[in-house]
């Protein structure tokens, strides 16, 4: 089982920006594929962004394409996510998720999941 830690989240003006990190650990961190779910109010968890395994590859919603990046730090066992140029409708709690080798941008295809961690913007 992995154990994941989310952190970062807060309150934020509209065309800022912040950076979600997640902590793994209980397993070889090389062979897991991360990923970033959020869950806003009233709203069914949904897809952000993965990283493969394998580092080479990513994908994103369409809705933060451009504005968001993954990226992970396989010395630390850490995932972030850095987000620009948010919007009110970013605002949501942000899941860190991860899966043994693979990819996928559904919530059924990742086995372990942190707490979350609350991203709010507002002005």
């Known amino acids: 089982q992995v154990q994941l830690v989310e952190s970062g989240g807060g309150l934020v003006q509209p065309g800022a920006s912040l950076r979600l990190s997640c902590a793994a650990s209980g397993r070889p961190f090389g062979s897991l594929t991360m990923a970033w779910f959020r869950q806003a109010p009233g709203k069914e968890r949904e897809f952000v962004a993965f990283?493969?395994?394998?580092?080479?590859?990513?994908d994103y919603a369409d809705s933060v394409k451009g504005r968001f990046t993954i990226s992970r730090d396989n010395a630390k066992n850490t995932v972030y996510l850095q987000m620009s140029s948010v919007k009110p409708e970013d605002t949501a709690v942000y899941y860190c998720?991860?899966?043994?080798?693979?990819?996928?941008?559904?919530?059924?295809?990742?086995?372990?999941w942190g707490q979350g961690t609350q991203v709010t913007v507002s002005s």
């Open positions: 990283i493969k395994w394998s580092g080479d590859s990513t």
């Open positions: 998720a991860a899966r043994n080798l693979g990819i996928g941008t559904a919530e059924y295809q990742y086995s372990s």
